[in-house]
């Protein structure tokens, strides 16, 4: 089986996992002319993929009601029909448990059942982030196993997923894609699927160089966001703005990437995927010091701005148990309906604890569980008393500029993006340096 840009429209693919990445992915996959069945094991994913109540760009959300009344995107639960497909694209979630070490649950059980399922000319791509070998653990050697001779008798490569939730400058697109075939026939077929799913693809040695690549890209980013808290903090305790002092560095033209301070790290990525390479070395007797600790750092983040909160409560000679306090925005990062690792849950938890009567706004996200109690977005928290405002998350859709009215609660910045409205002055602001909450 040859694979070629050309091709794509007469190939049918099998996406298995249909999250923030598997959806757009098998959407692009169709949008290329290809023929797509999506596998997902949870029945409200499919329900609610079929009925359009997902979150998706604009430009995603057209192609998936275009693809709704065709015959070239098709769901189901029904692992088997891998063997129907001519590639089989895997985007399963490979998240951390309580303890920080990786949760293959998800990413073992999908490749078993997709190795069960191969058959002879079939590619197989992963795109799940995580620890260098797993192309080769979960792939390649149980379908030697199989009796499957790996780039003769089937593909396969590690094509790391590259999506920037609620970023439509960088949609998969328009994203160059990574692809580290099991040998070069393996490699060759992954970019000529995937190459009209992206802005380019770039092949490397291996599915190692691949895995590895995409661990560096997520630790590059949680140890700069820690970087970039800890030097907000020097800033806070020598009297100045960070932000005007990142963007007078950001001037320089090469050797600097601006990281800005916020409430936290969040999302599936960059919470999670550091850890995958930390316990891969733990297991070999390695360490990486500055990775654990910039890791460190950013966990503790939430619990400080919690503290912080609690501090301008009691300056303002509010009781805590008394206290109303309003978050802006839930989201992990602006744009995105997603709350998963999101700060503002450890936040709302530790003011609760505290005692405080907790609330949010947040249009995204309707509602969610605070331990055993469940919250609901306040669409009209301009109309109600609070003694506290926290703006973690604030969404394009949001119209806060009634936050710093003349009778304006303190307000608790923690992404010091200013500038704010000029009626600010009049306001009562705390800002707390943090970290960046990104994906």
């Known amino acids: 089986m040859k694979f070629t840009i050309d091709d794509v429209s007469e190939l049918t693919v099998a996406v298995v996992g249909l999250g923030y990445v598997g959806l757009p992915t098998a959407l692009a996959l169709t949008n290329a002319g290809g023929t797509v069945i999506g596998i997902d094991s949870s029945p409200d994913r499919l329900r609610d993929i079929a009925c359009g109540a997902v979150d998706l760009f604009p430009l995603h959300h057209a192609q998936l009601a275009f693809a709704s009344v065709g015959d070239r995107f098709r769901l189901t639960s029904d692992a088997t029909v891998v063997r129907e497909t001519d590639a089989v694209v895997i985007c399963v979630p490979t998240p951390v448990d309580a303890r920080c070490e990786p949760d293959l649950t998800a990413l073992s059980s999908a490749c078993a059942s997709v190795v069960e399922h191969a058959v002879p000319g079939q590619l197989i791509v992963l795109t ?8 080769r653990d979960l792939l390649v050697e149980p379908l030697r196993a199989r009796g499957l001779t790996v780039d003769e008798d089937v593909y396969v490569a590690f094509a790391p997923e590259r999506i920037d939730p609620g970023n439509e400058r960088h949609t998969p697109e328009r994203t160059p894609r990574l692809i580290g075939g099991a040998g070069p026939r393996s490699s060759r077929a992954a970019a000529g699927l995937l190459a009209p799913t992206a802005s ?61 301070p916020g409430p936290g790290v969040g999302g599936h990525c960059i919470p999670c995927d550091p850890h995958y390479l930390l316990w891969q070395l733990g297991k070999a ?4 010091p500055l990775v654990a600790t910039a890791l460190a750092a950013n966990r503790r983040r939430p619990a400080r701005i919690t503290e912080r909160a609690l501090d301008l409560l009691t300056a303002s000679h509010v009781p805590v148990r008394e206290a109303r306090v309003l978050l802006i925005g839930v989201a992990y990062k602006e744009g995105v309906a997603d709350v998963r690792e999101s700060p503002a849950l450890e936040i709302l938890a530790g003011l609760a604890e505290a005692g405080a009567h907790i609330a949010y706004c947040d249009p995204l996200v309707p509602s969610l569980r605070i331990g055993a109690d469940a919250l609901h977005h306040v669409p009209d928290p301009h109309t109600r008393p609070w003694d506290l405002v926290v703006l973690h998350t604030v969404h394009s859709v949001h119209d806060v500029t009634w936050l710093w009215a003349a009778d304006a609660p303190p307000v608790l910045d923690t992404r010091q993006r200013g500038p704010l409205p000029e009626t600010a002055a009049r306001a009562k602001v705390g800002v707390l340096p943090a970290a960046e909450a990104t994906a």
């Open 128 to 135: 799940s982030t995580s620890y260098v070998g797993t192309t």
């Open 200 to 260: 380019f693809v770039r092949t490397v040695a291996d599915p190692e160089t691949a895995e590895m690549a995409k661990l560096w890209e997520n630790i590059y980013r949680a140890v700069n966001i820690a970087l970039a808290n800890e030097l907000a903090d020097a800033c806070h305790s020598l009297g100045l703005a960070p932000i005007p002092v990142i963007e007078a560095a950001a001037t320089k033209p090469y050797g600097f990437m601006p990281f800005y």
């Open 285 to 288: 007797g390695m360490q990486a």
